[in-house]
T-cell receptor, first 117, second 111 residues
Framework: NAGVTQTPKFQVLKTGQSMTLQCAQD?????MYWYRQDPGMGLRLIYY???????DKGEVPNGYNVSRLNKREFSLRLESAAPSQTSVYFC????????????????FGPGTRLTVL | GQQVMQIPQYQHVQEGEDFTTYCNSS?????IQWYKQRPGGHPVFLIQ?????EVKKQKRLTFQFGEAKKNSSLHITATQTTDVGTYFC???????????FGAGTRLFVKA
């Protein structure tokens, strides 16, 4: 099992360029997430997908779009990159656990380090 | 909206000293999760607490969930250099889905 994989690992963009960050999980998890991590800010939720076919905004969705391509894959797109989007991006997934429906531990990918010049 | 605060932001300890980080949520949580992130790495799940007043131990680590399910703590006894990293708490509000992460406490251990 590879767990959660992300591509690319590093990326440098110029302001205004677009790109898509790819994420895939092989744990048959229903839920997937995209976070960004900035120094001293912890992890901030950009978008999430509770199950295949659904996506919802998190705390900081502006400037991003997502696609839940299938149960395995969840991509994040920057249509017109800005320097404020320089960050480390983590994808995560989780299953549904327990009778009360608690969403349990999240498994994180290795991250994509994005710099926007 | 829901906020999760963690204190302290940084902690420097001598190897062998104890360490505690505290987590406080503005809303009641359905559960609290703790993650550890090594420098340059990704967050790794440590534990989840669900019940009010719950206490769980993992070797030198003790996790506690408050009676009101709004606060939590992580205590490390006799720190080691391998404990270096950032510790995050996270949790969804009761009845909610979005898991909100605290900003983390970064632990530095001097040998």
């Amino acid at each position: 099992n590879a767990g959660v994989t992300q591509t690319p690992k590093f990326q440098v963009l110029k302001t205004g360029q677009s790109m898509t960050l790819q994420c895939a999980q092989d744990m048959n998890h229903n839920s997937m997430y995209w976070y960004r991590q900035d120094p001293g800010m912890g992890l901030r939720l950009i978008y999430y997908s509770a199950s295949e076919g659904t996506t919802d905004k998190g705390e900081v969705p502006n400037g991003y779009n997502v696609s839940r391509l299938n149960k395995r894959e969840f991509s994040l797109r920057l249509e017109s990159a800005a320097p404020s989007q320089t960050s480390v991006y983590f994808c995560a997934s989780s299953g549904l656990a327990g009778l009360l429906g608690f969403y349990n531990e999240q498994f994180f990918g290795p991250g994509t380090r994005l710099t926007v010049l | 909206g829901q906020q999760v605060m963690q204190i302290p932001q940084y902690q420097h300890v001598q190897e062998g000293e104890d360490f505690t980080t505290y987590c406080n949520s503005s809303t009641t949580l359905s559960n609290i999760q703790w993650y550890k992130q090594r420098p340059g790495g990704h967050p790794v799940f440590l534990i989840q607490l669900v019940k009010s007043g719950e206490v769980k131990k993992q070797k030198r680590l003790t996790f506690q969930f408050g009676e009101a399910k709004k606060n939590s703590s992580l205590h490390i006894t006799a720190t080691q250099t391998t404990d270096v990293g950032t510790y995050f708490c996270a949790g969804p509000p009761t009845g909610g889905f979005k898991t909100i992460f605290g900003a983390g406490t970064r632990l530095f251990v001097k040998a």
